[in-house]
């Protein structure tokens, strides 16, 4: 998904009158970055949370230290806390969330480097995806951003 495909996911937005907030943690407003890149991202675009600590997922997100305690921080259940708390906080139609292991640093058992979790939250449903992406602390990122972004699209 890029310029065509980013347009395509603006149209559809607009068109479909729906709305969108993200919570993000690896990509640190990646998501959010590219999804206001297109002039009239207002129309759908509502907030964007960069939840970068354990601390702020729980004070700003809402998550609660038992859930990161448990599965850790990168888990599809914290996404998809991430993602039902940031569409209930700004009451969007979509909630958007990745938490994730960029790298070089911070891989724990089980989760090596390039683990990434991306949620989507609508009104009756939750989905979670997990994702093992190859490359440098940036390459993650953006993987991360666009697939977000491919989930999205997927569920409009």
Known sequence: MFGKELRELHNKLLSGQKTVSVAESCTGGLVASLLTSESGSSGY???GVVAYSNKSKQKILGIPEK??????????NVAKLMAEN???KTGSDFG???????GPKGAVKNKPVGTVFIGLSQKNKKTCKKFLFCGNRQDIRNKSAWEAL???CAHL
């Open 150 to 152: 491919h989930l999205l």
């Open 45 to 47: 675009f509502l907030s």
């Open 67 to 76: 859930i990161i305690k448990k599965y850790g921080a990168v888990s599809c």
């Open 86 to 88: 940031i569409r209930q």
């Open 96 to 102: 958007v969330s990745i938490t994730g292991i960029a």
